[in-house]
Nanobody
Framework: EVQLVESRGGLVQAGGSLRLSCAAS????????IGWFRQAPGKGREEVSC????????YYADPVKGRFTISADNAKSTVYLQMNSLKPEDTAVYYC??????????????????WGQGTQVTVSS
């Protein structure tokens, strides 16, 4: 059974940093893509970043480019999302998800992905 467990988020001031982790189990860690998504109150879910375990290639959504960094520790079967220069608009519930196929495309995850339970990140102004 695929399981993804996000670390606890938290409250941080604007301009601060936070690192989320996503501990994975139940599948070969390097097989597939793992993405981070977020959903703010009253808004739809958006993809934030993604990493392909097969070649390490990454994707970042425009709003987080240059501020967020995704990485993977294969030995620990864990994906991290380092978030720097946080803004109030980054406030959301953050989810990690895994898709066994190819491509960091949100519809793939929505249709066939496995999801974590989500963790709240709140950025105060």
């Amino acid at each position: 059974e695929v399981q993804l467990v996000e670390s606890r988020g938290g409250l941080v001031q604007a301009g601060g940093s936070l690192r989320l982790s996503c501990a994975a189990s139940g599948f070969t860690f390097g097989d597939g893509v793992i993405g981070w998504f977020r959903q703010a109150p009253g808004k739809g879910r958006e993809e934030v970043s993604c990493i392909d375990g097969r070649d390490g290639s990454t994707y970042y959504a425009d709003p987080v480019k240059g501020r967020f960094t995704i990485s993977a520790d294969n030995a620990k079967s864990t994906v991290y999302l380092q978030m720097n220069s946080l803004k109030p608009e980054d406030t959301a519930v953050y989810y990690c998800a895994r898709y066994s196929g190819y491509g960091c495309y949100e519809p793939n995850f929505a249709e066939s992905g496995s999801w974590g339970q989500g963790t709240q990140v709140t950025v105060s102004s």
